[in-house]
């Protein structure tokens, strides 16, 4: 019985190791690839960074694989723990709108990327876009649409997890509160074609809810 705990065990420790790395090569290559792709130098600096998280996603990936080994459950795997993904052309839009910098922290790159994938996201369900992404390191919400639906100011919060932690039911009160002036400026300075007049009647009426759109 000794012996068969001790291989099971050496079987889960074989698979977080092997998976570790992994995730540790591949959040490496893919960050690589962007900046080759740019002409923007790959730093010692970013290949530490990106050892580090995607071989820390990674681990956690090994980890259940190899717990499911041994025992009898075959739950199948939750996707939030695999190692870090990469959109390429979200990544390359919010590279190329100045968002963020080529040559940032791999978890910098993926947050700017999760923006621009909730941006697409709401438009591709009918939202009307107020106000864009911006700078990664900006204050105020990320993105901000309105939603003909039910004519209500969506205002974003775009959260990206290597391992699967996110923030649960809705925006704080007091975070939607202390965003209440940028919330403000991007309805009075949106001068799109579409239901200009019903985003502000949105805003005037209260009509505004706050939504987080988490990847992967």
């Known amino acids: ?12 420790a074989g698979t977080i190791g092997v998976t570790a790395a992994g995730g540790a090569i591949g959040t490496a290559a893919g960050h690589y690839g962007i900046n080759t792709a740019l002409g923007v130098p790959y730093t010692g600096t970013d ?6 998280t995607g071989g820390l996603a990674g681990g956690f990936s090994g980890a259940q694989a190899g717990s499911r080994g041994s025992t009898s459950s075959r739950r199948p795997p ?17 590279l190329q709108d100045g968002r963020v910098k080529p040559t940032a922290p791999v978890n910098h790159l993926n947050r700017a990327m999760t923006e621009e994938l909730g941006w697409q996201s ?14 990664l390191t900006a204050l105020g919400p990320d ?9 209500e100011l969506v205002v ?30 991007a ?12 985003v502000k009647q949105a805003l ?6 706050g939504d987080y759109f988490t990847y992967p």
């Open 143 to 151: 993105y901000i649409t309105f939603d003909p639906s039910t004519m």
């Open 1 to 12: 019985m000794g012996a068969v705990a001790e291989g099971l065990g050496l079987g889960v």
């Open 122 to 135: 709401a438009a591709n369900q009918g939202q009307i876009g107020v106000m864009g992404p911006g700078k």
């Open 78 to 94: 939750r996707s939030a723990w695999a190692p870090a993904r990469w959109s390429r052309r979200h990544c390359q839009t919010a």
């Open 47 to 52: 290949a530490v960074i990106d050892v580090a």
């Open 187 to 198: 309805v009075n300075n949106y001068t799109g074609p579409n239901a200009a007049a019903a």
């Open 156 to 185: 974003w919060d775009a959260e990206y997890s290597s391992c699967g932690r996110f923030p649960s039911g809705q925006i704080p009160a007091s975070k939607m509160s202390s965003w209440s002036s940028f919330i403000s400026d």
């Open 204 to 209: 005037a009426n209260g009509e505004i809810r």
